[in-house]
C-alpha cells in the first residue's frame, strides 16, 4: 500500500523557500462559491474547484469557506486518501504571526481568567466577614 506517516511523506513535499504565505484576513475575503479558500493545519487550500466534488458535500466546505477548519475536518475523520488529496489544492502557508497570533490570544484568556482567579474569593472572603460580625454584633445585642 501507498500508506506513509502523515509528517514524513517523500512525495509531493513543498519547499518551504517558495512557500507562499497568507494572511488570515486575506484568506477569509475567499469565502463565496467563486473562490473558496480553508486553512488546515496552518496551510491554505484553494478548494474552489473540489466544491462540487466533495463526497461529504458542497454545504460543509461553505460553512467553512474562509476560515480554519482543521477542527471540522478532523472531527469527520478522513481516511489517508482524503489528507492526500488536500495537496493538490495547497496554495499556501499561514502567516507565521497569525499562527502567533493564536497563541497571544490563549495568553489574553488566560489573563483574563487569572484575575477572576483571585477575584471571586476576595469577594467571598469579605461577604463572610461582613456576616461574622453581623452575626456577632446580633448575638452581643441578645
Ligand atoms: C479540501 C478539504 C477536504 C477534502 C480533500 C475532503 C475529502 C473528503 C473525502 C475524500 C471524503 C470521503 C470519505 C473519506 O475518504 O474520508 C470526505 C467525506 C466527508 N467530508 Fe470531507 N474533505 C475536505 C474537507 C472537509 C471539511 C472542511 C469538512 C467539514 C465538516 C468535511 C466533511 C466531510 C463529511 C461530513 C464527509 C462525509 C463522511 C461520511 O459520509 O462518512 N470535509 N471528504
Known sequence: MAAEGGSGSMEGEE???????????????????????????????????????????EEVLMEQAGRDATESFEDVGHSLDAKEMLKQYYVGEVHPSDLKGEGSENSGSACRSCWSNW????????????????????????
Open 15 to 57: 519547499p518551504k523557500a517558495e512557500a507562499t504565505y497568507y494572511r488570515l484576513e486575506e484568506v477569509a475575503t475567499r469565502n463565496s462559491e467563486k473562490e473558496m479558500w480553508i486553512v488546515i493545519h496552518g496551510r491554505v487550500y484553494d478548494i474552489t474547484s473540489f466544491l462540487g466534488e466533495h463526497p461529504g458535500g
Open 119 to 142: 477575584i471571586i474569593p476576595v469577594v467571598g472572603v469579605v461577604l463572610l466577614a461582613v456576616m461574622y460580625r453581623f452575626y456577632m454584633a446580633e448575638s452581643k445585642l441578645s
